[in-house]
């Protein structure tokens, strides 16, 4: 196990010797997402604005258009939660190079409850032109398409979770942006996932095939934009795709997916996410049970649409 | 025609009173008739700003037309966004792109957007529109300045209706905090907003005492005597360990009578046959 915010942390540290453009913002969450560390290393690039987002995100844009590569981050209900106007309007709106990292995505978030569990953010950021969407699944991940999208002009939202995940990755694995990871080959549907559920796509397919059932593991990591060529290829030969997300069904992945391939391949599509609800508290693997997003819903969705073939 | 490009890198520029005048009744023509061939736009903010804004970047402002991303220049910052008319004005005058190009405001393919835009247009620092992220952005601008140990400085223009975004507030404590005395502020305090006096709509006074408290550094000026607007400038670029503000007392719609003081004008052109009305007092001074 291992947490994705330490992971952010450490790549900025390491991004920061690299590169003496990168700049990092906070908003009095710099110790919880570990911005912090950047912080104490390189104090003179480093700038708390206090519980701020909206003029955050300015800052940030101001930093960006003096040619700046500005990391923002925070809460993922706080930005872009309080902060859409200013993300669309400066940093989408002039293609700027700022990286908004937001944490705390999903209601694995767990005990602060609903009004800390972002589950909207990914559909307000891809619907915004000139905007990338990517969530990672792994701390691994984390680092490596963090340290991708640094070398890429212009902005990304990049969104990670609370609690520490499963590593999926090795330090040796070559991960792109914009190309779905295959992480495990399959013949009779196709598991589309991100963030946390990837590690629980995985564990799904496993029960699929003591079930008889040949499960493909796709980590769709960028949502935006999305690497349609390889859900074309699956689509091809499997009877379904179960889009798996911790997020409304309505807007992130499942969303992206499902407008994707009915213009270019359609496919019978099953979506685990969160129904169009509100989370509450609790702790991380109740609330995952609770709002449909396991290694189980994930299991039960695949099931439906082979036995629907 | 060709525009003349002159450079203004070098500081020190004598003051010549009737040059500026002239240019500002100059560049209040260009407004109204840049306003009239678009048909839509705002008025009444382009106006009352007029001369503050010709006193950045005929006189204080080192920047270059022919070189508009030298990274030394002095940016001015146009927070309240749909006082484009007056950027371009006086962007166009400056040398930034010819005059003709004024009369593509607001149609389609145009580099001169209803708002502005920095990826269109030479000059053009930030985007504007939505009221209340510029002086955010200069924050940004000031850091990145003084992290690269540069000596340019920031102004970043805002309205008084801008005064309700809470944003301003947010950057207000944050540019103290930075203590960025390379960053000024400059609102131009014309009495009216969209929907009328902002004293009516949110009430913003003491609004001196709020900067006041807020750390600033505070300047109130005249916002139509060049002396004052030049002397506040000189004192902005002194005052160490702090931002500064410059409260300009203008007018909204200064310089045509029948618009000055008028809401109805922050975002109504008028008749072709009434903009010549406009003109002919302009023209008269």
Known sequence: ?309 | MTTQVISFRDPGRSLDLARLRKISSEIREDILMMLSEAGSGHPGGSLSAVEVVVSLFFVKMRHDPSDPLWPDRDRFLLSKGHAAPLLYAVLSKCGYFPHEELKTLRKIGSRLQGHPDPTKLPGVEIPGGPEGIGLSEGIGMALSSRLDKRSSRIYVMMGDGEMDEGEVWEAAMCASKFRLENLTAIIDRNGVQQDGITEQIMPIEPLAAKWRAFNWNVLEVDGYDFSSILAALEKAEKAKNRPTVIVAHTTKGKGVDFMEWQSEYHGKVPEKAVVQKALEQIKRG
């Open chain 1, 1 to 309: 196990m291992a947490a994705m915010r330490d992971a952010l942390g450490e790549v900025l540290v390491s991004l920061g010797a690299r590169d003496p453009k990168l700049v990092v913002v906070g908003a009095d969450t710099t110790g919880s997402l570990k911005l912090s560390a950047f912080g104490t290393k390189y104090p003179d690039r480093f700038f708390n604005v206090g519980i701020a987002e909206q003029n955050m995100i300015g800052v940030s844009a101001g930093l960006a258009l003096a040619g700046k590569t500005v990391i923002a981050g925070t809460y993922a209900v706080f930005m872009p939660g309080r902060a859409v106007d200013q993300i669309r309007n400066t940093i989408a709106y002039c293609k700027l190079n700022v990286k908004l990292i937001a944490s705390h995505g999903g209601v694995s978030v767990g005990p602060d409850g609903g009004s800390h569990q972002a589950l909207e953010d990914v559909a307000t950021m891809r619907v915004i032109p000139n905007m990338r969407v990517i969530v990672p699944s792994d701390a691994i991940s984390t680092k490596k398409l963090i340290s991708a999208a640094c070398s890429s002009p212009g902005p990304y939202y990049i969104r990670i979770a609370r609690p520490s995940s499963e590593v999926i990755y090795s330090e040796e694995s070559e991960l792109s942006i914009g190309k779905t990871e295959v992480l495990r080959d399959g013949s009779d549907v196709a598991i589309v996932s991100n963030g946390l559920l990837t590690s629980r796509a995985l564990k799904a397919a496993e029960t699929l095939k003591s079930q008889g059932v040949s499960a493909a593991v796709l980590d769709s990591h960028t949502v935006k934009p999305l690497d349609i060529e390889t859900l074309v290829r699956f689509s091809r030969s499997v009877c379904g795709i179960v889009t798996a997300e911790e997020h409304n069904v309505i807007g992130g992945l499942g969303s992206a997916v499902a407008e994707s391939l009915s213009e270019s391949r359609p496919t019978r599509i099953r979506r685990v996410g969160v129904r169009d609800v509100f989370g509450e508290s609790g702790e991380t693997e109740e609330l995952m049970a609770k709002y449909g997003v396991t290694e189980r819903d994930i299991s039960e969705a695949a099931m439906k649409l082979v036995k629907e073939r």
